[in-house]
């Protein structure tokens, strides 16, 4: 993360005399790093406070969901998603409040509404590392394909360990049909099968890491399965979603979202246009990324209890995810 966020550090230093300053006086790094937060933390501040008094906005949780929109605060008094993420987790659903479990919980939504979950449908997950869903589907669809880079990407490694190929059930959070899930190292950028395999494919905040300029490397992998996926079959796609409209390398904004992804796309369209607006009580939860990354939420429960992990305040950027549903045409 630190090496992405260099080029943002750049310009925030370019833009502000002080930090400039610093820098030829020759401050401590942890005094300039300090010192770039506080700007960041600054900005996006107020930016949040312009959209609170400027552009108030609401969801209704008893009205039906969208499927292509940013995720809210509003989503966990939804029938539909508690339901959900009660059915996904088991006896054991989180007592936090976290972007990924509604990312999960909108996917699952997703392949339900599209009628995808029976056992005539084939699915592949990208960059899935050890999450929940291919155990969850492996009970729902003839087949699952679990692909990422297992132990072979440095920093990712808890949350794709290479011991995942070898046994997958040591990582299941429930009983699932064992022959029902295979798990593959695979690149996400070439996906190792013939074209028109899956009616399902899924990746949740995977695809923006995949590298390249101009998110390049997302869009090799959405080229890649829009190739392997059947006519009239569904991509479940989640990523993250910069709110304050701020150029990034991986994350998307405004005009990133279509410019460098989903207009580049041939014959995945959407179902349904993309609803960009955050409710207001969404901005309420901003959290600071470096906190709430140095917590293990396993170990520090109380803390996740407290602090919803739905919108991250990185430096000069407010970033949160995003739902994509996709059908082949």
Avoid at 226 to 237: D, S, T, W, Y
Avoid at 264 to 287: A, F, G, Q
Wanted: proline share 5%; charged share 25%; hydrophobic share 35%.
């Amino acid at each position: 993360m630190q090496m992405l966020n260099f080029t943002h550090k750049i310009k925030t230093v370019l833009h502000h005399p002080s930090i400039i300053k610093s820098i030829i006086y020759g401050k401590r790094l942890d005094e300039i790093r300090a010192n770039l937060d506080q700007v960041g933390n600054y900005e996006n501040m107020k930016f949040i406070s312009y959209m609170k008094q400027n552009i108030p906005y609401s969801i209704n949780s008893s009205h039906t969901l969208k499927l292509n929109r940013l995720c809210s605060l509003e989503d966990w008094n939804n029938e539909e998603i508690k339901q959900t993420i009660s059915e996904l987790y088991k006896s054991n659903p989180p007592s936090y409040i976290h972007r990924k479990v509604w990312e999960f919980a909108m996917g699952i939504i997703a392949m339900k509404r599209f009628n995808k979950l029976n056992d005539k449908c084939t699915a592949i997950g990208i960059g899935t590392g050890i999450e929940p869903i291919p155990f969850y589907l492996a009970n729902k669809v003839k087949h699952v394909y679990a692909t990422d880079l297992y132990g072979k990407t440095k920093g990712w490694n808890k949350e794709a360990p290479h011991t995942f190929l070898d046994n997958p059930k040591k990582y299941a959070p429930f009983p699932y049909k064992e022959d029902a899930l295979t798990v593959l190292r695979m690149d996400g950028t070439k996906l190792e099968f013939p074209s028109e395999t899956f009616d399902i494919a899924f990746s949740f905040s995977s695809i923006e890491h995949f590298g390249g300029k101009d998110h390049s490397g997302s869009l090799k992998s959405m080229k890649e399965i829009e190739r392997v996926l059947k006519p009239g079959g569904i991509a479940v796609i989640a990523t993250e979603y910069i709110i304050n409209d701020k150029d990034h390398p991986e994350f998307f904004n405004k005009k990133t979202i279509y410019s460098d992804l989903i207009d580049k796309l041939d014959s995945l369209k959407l179902v349904e246009p993309l609803d960009l607006r955050i409710t207001t009580k969404t901005l309420d939860t901003v959290l600071d990324w470096h906190e709430a990354f140095n917590r293990d939420i396993s170990d520090d429960e109380e803390f996740a209890k407290s602090h919803p992990y739905l919108l991250l305040n990185l430096e000069n950027l407010l970033f949160i995810s995003v739902m994509l549903v996709f059908k082949k045409q």
